[in-house]
């Protein structure tokens, strides 16, 4: 069976728009997202510059003890949902939640999580005192997992790991659930939160980032 697929809501949050009308206007006027990194001293850093997303605080979305307990990746997911679920006017007491699932992208997952929580531990007395949500905080199919408990959806739940295809890679396998008829609806896309210390050293370490710090936007 192969079945027609349609996208009926969307949701955005990114370095040059924190929804989708700012985004697509900012994105035809070509407004590049590069700027001096501002969440760490990049002094010693051979690139000094990322695209953030910016003029975000995660407690206009969500309630704190909620933030709380999600890596910023995962945060980043539920906003940009909740702006494509209210897009969609989709009415959850009118679908067969059985059939409405969620499959989300994210290349690293939690590495905020894991930089903040393997750092806490080296510069500690020894003794292993984690924070109880590290685990679940940081796996990269999380973000998946809180969206389907947000809004009920009990179909098929997984993240899709390919690097920077890995956003892609889950479209693509929500277009094919659907059209082989597994489920009716998914809600998909990806998120990243990588510019930290661990994330801006180890792209450089690979060479794999400009450092024409004296202008990110061209870069």
Known sequence: MSRRVVVTGLGALTPVGNNISDFWINLLDGVSGAGPITR???????????????????????????????????IYAMVAVSEAMADSKLDLEQIDLDR??????????????????????????????????????????????????????????????????????????????????????????????GVNIAGMAGFNAMHALSTRNESPETA
């Not at 002094?43 to 909620?66: H, I, M, S, W």
């Not at 292993?128 to 999380?142: E, G, W």
Request: glycine residues 10%; charged residues 20%.
């Open 100 to 193: 409405a699932g969620v499959i989300w992208g994210s290349g690293i997952g939690g590495l905020d999580t894991f930089l903040q929580e393997c750092g806490d531990f080296a510069t500690g007395s020894g003794v292993p005192r984690f924070n109880p949500f590290f685990i679940p905080k940081m796996i990269a199919d999380i973000a998946a997992g809180h969206i389907s408990i947000k809004y009920g959806f009990r179909g098929p739940n997984f993240a899709t790991v390919s690097a920077c295809a890995s956003s892609a890679n889950a479209l693509v396998d929500s277009l094919n659930y659907i059209r082989l008829g597994h489920c009716d609806i998914i809600v998909t896309g990806g998120s990243e939160a």
């Open 40 to 74: 760490f001293d990049s002094t010693q850093f051979k690139t000094q510059f990322a695209c953030e997303v910016k003029d975000f605080v995660p407690t206009d979305f969500l309630d704190r003890k909620e933030a709380r307990k999600l890596d910023m990746y995962a």
